[in-house]
């Protein structure tokens, strides 16, 4: 597992900081880092406790104390939203994490045995594939209920297929490399083969594909949230929040306007510095040809 | 390849379902019912029977349109796919034509401009297209269209009027994709040797690119299309639920919180039959426009 994080850690230093050079890659991985930060100190940060109600103070339009307005239970907006970072994003990067890794590691030996168990993977995940996410979503959290565990399961088994798919891509297009026959006929065991010099070299376009696919996630989390089935009260989450503010739609409309903005501006950055890493690293016909 | 994957599919679906925890036979019974009242409902739903006889069963009845009856809304599920169906499919199709025809023109436009604005406008409407929620958007619309300027109704399913923001808003995501692939498909063809050789013709750029470059780049439009079909039955889901339009997705969330198992089977299944009809329409048009696919094929 060495030289895989050794790779990772090779692609971090230089790709990252060429995705830095231009000034669009700049802008988003700076809000992205500052977005982390906030998700991690959110507890020190938000203004207000984001579960306080103050009811003689609810549907406050945005303005002094509270800068964003507060809900129909008079909770702080900004506090909700600042702390909802934390839960989109960590529920995202769970579960896209879970995603990869297991994507990873079912692509890889599809892509390296073959045979029966190459056609049966490869079957179930195009069969999942041609699903959209939200109804494959919507189904498992039907079966295992509702709440975060479940929403984070919900995600990565959405996006599973995608990354089965695209390592496989990557094995399959490797194995027939020169250096690989080499190794394979120097005697090597598959498990050296594959760990050593299969994954790592195809590690690059799965990692940026992941890093996109968090932002996807953050749109079914809030998705998901939205429909109820997501954060339970009082937990905040931007869907959640999103959810609760549809009956206020006309009363106080900054109650889903503020988490909205907090998910759209959070998807364009991730997908901007997706784009710029893409760029840096020169992949983008490995990530098509999945 | 469509039937083991039918089968398969057919299979899951039937399988899912009956995963999911709870029991319709609970939403069903009154208080104080005995025993025997609740074993004569399951018998009378063949919910006793081993889950192989049921599977049978289901493929069998589906195969003369019967859909079985929803337990829960106590109607035959063939009448309520039939009631809903029509306004999925009106909505489906109004947002997938507008998908492509704007699509296939904002991704020309942003191809073939030389105007720095109207590409930045492109690329970040592209952009936003394929990241902002399809929820928030909808009630954004909602907030703006149909309350401060009450163009437009809030929900509901009455005249044209209210198939206006569904399908504007469905179709941001749709026209952000096929805008994005027709510009790239385009930018790939240009570059081409036989474009290069059509230049030297003394052909104009207009005709080069009505004629030449727009029919080869739309073999991967068409390809994308006919696999998004599911997609934009996904996306209808979320915006039925948000303007309160009758129609599959509301059918299917609502069963789905009422655990109404043959309605969740028969909504999927039509979502799963979309899906295939989409990829099997993909391959013959691609078929149909591409001499190269055909000759590979024979």
């Given at each position: 597992?060495?030289?895989?994080?050794?790779?990772?850690?090779?692609?971090?230093?230089?790709?990252?900081?060429?995705?830095?050079?231009?000034?669009?890659?700049?802008?988003?991985?700076?809000?992205?880092?500052?977005?982390?930060?906030?998700?991690?100190?959110?507890?020190?940060?938000?203004?207000?406790?984001?579960?306080?109600?103050?009811?003689?103070?609810?549907?406050?339009?945005?303005?002094?104390?509270?800068?964003?307005?507060?809900?129909?239970?008079?909770?702080?907006?900004?506090?909700?939203?600042?702390?909802?970072?934390?839960?989109?994003?960590?529920?995202?990067?769970?579960?896209?994490?879970?995603?990869?890794?297991?994507?990873?590691?079912?692509?890889?030996?599809?892509?390296y045995?073959?045979?029966?168990?190459?056609?049966?993977?490869?079957?179930?995940?195009?069969?999942?594939?041609?699903?959209?996410?939200?109804?494959?979503?919507?189904?498992?959290?039907?079966?295992?209920?509702?709440?975060?565990?479940?929403?984070?399961?919900?995600?990565?088994?959405?996006?599973?297929?995608?990354?089965?798919?695209?390592?496989?891509?990557?094995i399959?297009r490797l194995k027939g490399e020169t250096f690989i026959e080499a190794t394979i006929n120097l005697g090597a065991k598959p498990?050296h083969i594959l760990?050593k010099h299969l994954?790592p070299n195809?590690?690059?376009?799965?990692?940026?594909?992941?890093?996109?696919?968090?932002?996807?996630?953050?749109?079914?989390?809030?998705?998901?949230?939205?429909?109820?089935?997501?954060?339970?009260?009082?937990?905040?989450?931007?869907?959640?929040?999103?959810?609760?503010?549809?009956?206020?739609?006309?009363?106080?409309?900054?109650?889903?306007?503020?988490?909205?903005?907090?998910?759209?501006?959070?998807?364009?950055?991730?997908?901007?510095?997706?784009?710029?890493?893409?760029?840096?690293?020169?992949?983008?016909?490995?990530?098509?040809?999945? | 390849?469509?039937?083991?994957?039918?089968?398969?599919?057919?299979?899951?679906?039937?399988?899912?379902?009956?995963?999911?925890?709870?029991?319709?036979?609970?939403?069903?019974?009154?208080?104080?019912?005995?025993?025997?009242?609740?074993?004569?409902?399951?018998?009378?739903?063949?919910?006793?029977?081993?889950?192989?006889?049921?599977?049978?069963?289901?493929?069998?009845?589906?195969?003369?349109?019967?859909?079985?009856?929803?337990?829960?809304?106590?109607?035959?599920?063939?009448?309520?796919?039939?009631?809903?169906?029509?306004?999925?499919?009106?909505?489906?199709?109004?947002?997938?034509?507008?998908?492509?025809?704007?699509?296939?023109?904002?991704?020309?436009?942003?191809?073939?401009?030389?105007?720095?604005?109207?590409?930045?406008?492109?690329?970040?409407?592209?952009?936003?297209?394929?990241?902002?929620?399809?929820?928030?958007?909808?009630?954004?619309?909602?907030?703006?269209?149909?309350?401060?300027?009450?163009?437009?109704?809030?929900?509901?399913?009455?005249?044209?009027?209210?198939?206006?923001?569904?399908?504007?808003?469905?179709?941001?995501?749709?026209?952000?994709?096929?805008?994005?692939?027709?510009?790239?498909?385009?930018?790939?063809?240009?570059?081409?040797?036989?474009?290069?050789?059509?230049?030297?013709?003394?052909?104009?750029?207009?005709?080069?690119?009505?004629?030449?470059?727009?029919?080869?780049?739309?073999?991967?439009?068409?390809?994308?299309?006919?696999?998004?079909?599911?997609?934009?039955?996904?996306?209808?889901?979320?915006?039925?639920?948000?303007?309160?339009?009758?129609?599959?997705?509301?059918?299917?969330?609502?069963?789905?919180?009422?655990?109404?198992?043959?309605?969740?089977?028969?909504?999927?299944?039509?979502?799963?039959?979309?899906?295939?009809?989409?990829?099997?329409?993909?391959?013959?048009?691609?078929?149909?426009?591409?001499?190269?696919?055909?000759?590979?094929?024979?």
């Open positions: 597992m060495t030289s895989i994080s050794s790779a990772v850690l090779g692609l971090r230093k230089t790709a990252v900081s060429r995705a830095f050079g231009s000034w669009l890659g700049r802008i988003a991985g700076g809000f992205l880092i500052l977005l982390v930060l906030t998700a991690i100190f959110a507890p020190w940060i938000i203004p207000f406790d984001y579960a306080k109600q103050d009811l003689m103070n609810g549907n406050a339009p945005p303005g002094w104390p509270h800068l964003l307005g507060t809900d129909q239970f008079g909770r702080d907006v900004l506090s909700r939203v600042i702390y909802g970072a934390r839960t989109s994003l960590s529920v995202s990067a769970t579960a896209i994490s879970i995603s990869v890794s297991v994507g990873m590691a079912l692509g890889a030996a599809a892509g045995f073959g045979g029966f168990f190459e056609r049966a993977v490869m079957t179930v995940v195009d069969l999942t594939w041609s699903f959209p996410d939200i109804l494959i979503a919507l189904i498992f959290v039907a079966i295992i209920g509702p709440g975060l565990t479940s929403t984070t399961f919900a995600i990565a088994i959405a996006y599973l297929a995608q990354f089965t798919r695209l390592t496989r891509a990557q399959v498990s760990l994954l195809a590690i690059a376009p799965v990692i940026v594909v992941g890093m996109l696919a968090i932002g996807d996630g953050i749109v079914l989390e809030a998705t998901l949230g939205f429909f109820g089935l997501g954060a339970q009260p009082p937990t905040p989450s931007w869907g959640a929040m999103m959810s609760s503010g549809t009956a206020q739609l006309f009363l106080s409309p900054w109650v889903i306007i503020f988490p909205g903005v907090a998910v759209a501006v959070t998807v364009i950055a991730v997908n901007l510095f997706g784009d710029e890493l893409i760029r840096a690293l020169d992949i983008r016909d490995r990530i098509k040809g999945a | 390849m469509l039937i083991p994957v039918s089968i398969s599919i057919s299979v899951v679906i039937f399988m899912i379902v009956h995963l999911l925890p709870g029991d319709p036979i609970d939403n069903l019974i009154r208080v104080g019912s005995s025993p025997d009242d609740r074993a004569r409902l399951i018998a009378k739903y063949g919910l006793d029977q081993p889950l192989f006889t049921q599977y049978f069963r289901w493929i069998a009845a589906m195969f003369q349109g019967d859909f079985g009856d929803a337990i829960v809304l106590r109607r035959p599920v063939a009448d309520l796919i039939a009631q809903n169906l029509p306004y999925s499919l009106q909505l489906g199709g109004l947002a997938f034509a507008f998908s492509s025809i704007v699509g296939i023109i904002f991704g020309t436009i942003s191809a073939v401009t030389r105007s720095a604005a109207v590409a930045n406008f492109m690329r970040g409407f592209i952009l936003l297209g394929s990241t902002v929620p399809g929820f928030w958007l909808a009630l954004l619309m909602i907030l703006f269209f149909a309350v401060r300027l009450q163009w437009f109704p809030v929900s509901g399913a009455r005249g044209w009027e209210s198939l206006v923001l569904p399908v504007l808003t469905i179709g941001f995501g749709g026209v952000a994709l096929v805008a994005r692939v027709t510009r790239v498909a385009l930018m790939d063809v240009r570059r081409e040797d036989f474009v290069v050789l059509l230049h030297a013709k003394g052909l104009s750029s207009t005709s080069i690119l009505m004629r030449h470059l727009l029919p080869h780049a739309m073999l991967p439009v068409v390809t994308i299309l006919a696999l998004r079909i599911g997609w934009i039955l996904g996306g209808a889901v979320t915006v039925e639920f948000v303007f309160g339009r009758p129609g599959l997705g509301s059918l299917l969330i609502r069963a789905l919180g009422q655990r109404d198992y043959p309605v969740v089977q028969a909504c999927l299944l039509m979502l799963a039959l979309a899906v295939m009809i989409g990829t099997l329409v993909g391959d013959v048009a691609q078929a149909a426009m591409d001499p190269r696919v055909r000759e590979a094929k024979k």
